[in-house]
């Protein structure tokens, strides 16, 4: 092999990679301005359009952090976290309870009630708004945590169940029957076998759950109104001013702030999530 050509094999490899780094910098280079941005002076957030800070500033986390009405930030984190945290582990135990049922357990019309199941991943959540928030009033829960956490108890998202599911019939029957000659009855092989086995699949629901609803708006819009049970969202669209007095610095520091939770549990489970989707469904 000539010279020039192992030059061109190995030049071959980093330019077919090119065209992707190229891809992914253009879809990161909104976070990165955000990031940058956050570090950048109020009058030079707008004009300054490059991406290292002529001044380097962190006024804007401070005023940010402060927050408004005597409440700072740390409380909308902390909020989020309750939420977030109460909503991973609802998800997690039900729809493992369900998808257990439905990929092992045998009952009356338990097929019409898994199809059932999946027909409601076809519902966008607007549709059940309006009923849900009709129920939640009458319960007099508006304007407190149980409408975003509680849902998550009684195992309502259907795509996590569909994921388990999945999972579950990848596993082979034998070990059912093997503890069930051993003398084990549904509730240890749930614990003791199905458990260990669906840990890839129990992390990636954790992962999903918690960034959905770290970063969801809409129903803690609707449903929270009183500052202090505000989250990280909430208190973001707080800064925000429509007549144009907003404090642009502090809102782009706790937006960028907001991006830290997500970023690092996607980091450290980042192994068991790609385990998670490639091994489900695979027999």
Not at 97 to 111: E, I
């Amino acid at each position: 092999m000539t010279t020039a050509t192992t030059m061109k094999t190995r030049l071959a490899g980093p330019l077919k990679h090119l065209p992707v780094i190229a891809l992914g910098l253009l879809m990161i280079y909104p976070v990165l301005w955000l990031i940058a941005s956050s570090f950048k002076p109020n009058q030079l957030i707008f004009s300054d359009p490059s991406l290292w800070p002529a001044t380097f500033t962190l006024d804007n986390y401070k005023n940010g952090w402060a927050g408004f009405q005597g409440i700072s930030f740390g409380r909308f984190f902390a909020n989020s976290f309750v939420i977030s945290i109460l909503s991973v582990l609802g998800n997690v135990i039900t729809c493992s309870l369900a998808a257990f049922a439905f990929a092992r357990l045998k009952f009356s019309f338990g097929k019409l009630w898994f199809a059932l199941m999946l027909v409601t991943i076809m519902l966008p959540y607007h549709v059940t708004l309006v009923p849900q928030y009709v129920i939640f009033n009458e319960l007099h829960w508006i304007n407190t945590y149980y409408p975003l956490v509680l849902p998550k108890w009684l195992a309502t998202d259907s795509f996590f169940i569909l994921l388990m599911v999945q999972f579950i019939r990848g596993i082979p029957k034998d070990l059912d029957e093997s503890a069930t000659i051993d003398g084990c009855n549904y509730k240890q092989i749930y614990f003791r076998i199905m458990l260990p086995l669906l840990t890839p699949a129990l992390i990636t629901t954790a992962i999903f759950t918690f960034i959905w609803t770290w970063d969801d708006f809409f129903s803690q819009m609707i449903y929270l109104s009183d500052i202090r049970l505000f989250t990280v969202q909430l208190g973001i669209r707080a800064l925000f001013d429509p007549s144009g007095s907003s404090d642009w610095g502090a809102l782009l520091a706790m937006s960028a702030l907001s991006l830290l939770p997500i970023t690092a549990v996607f980091l450290v489970f980042q192994r068991y999530f790609l385990e998670g989707i490639a091994t489900t469904g695979l027999k």
